[in-house]
């Protein structure tokens, strides 16, 4: 019952900065954790980042501290700000929202989410 809409991506020189957005439909949209994940032609896809309901966040070692996820309940929106970005981070990016268990309030796993977009492709050229 939920779908999501990415946006936001296109072609930057290594060193820019991007900014995507995931547009969810829902009432309960505060209630989901959400992620993002990425993947290249040829490789499995990879977890990039998640946010619990409650705020928390998480990041693969791959971007930690030039990617920073976020939020926003009141839009029913999540985001992604890709900074020096690195043409290794060139990738189809995906976000999905999961549904918060009592055993789970986050997750790096893409078996552990419901919903899925249907992707937004950066290209970070050298």
């Known amino acids: 019952q939920v779908q999501l809409v990415e946006s936001g991506g296109g072609l930057v020189q290594a060193g820019g900065s991007l900014r995507l957005s995931c547009a969810a439909s829902g009432r309960t949209f505060s209630s989901y954790y959400m992620g993002w994940f990425r993947r290249t032609p040829g490789k499995d896809r990879e977890f990039v980042a998640t946010i619990s309901s409650g705020g928390s966040t998480h990041y693969a070692d791959s971007v930690k501290g030039r990617f920073t996820i976020s939020r926003d309940n009141a839009k029913n929106t999540v985001y992604l700000q890709m900074s020096s970005l690195k043409p290794e981070d060139t990738a189809a990016y995906y976000c999905?929202?999961?549904?918060?268990?009592?055993?789970?309030?986050?997750?790096?796993?893409?078996?552990?989410?419901?919903?899925w977009g249907q992707g937004t492709q950066v290209t970070v050229s050298s």
């Open positions: 999905a929202a999961g549904v918060t268990r009592p055993l789970r309030s986050f997750s790096r796993s893409q078996r552990e989410y419901d919903y």
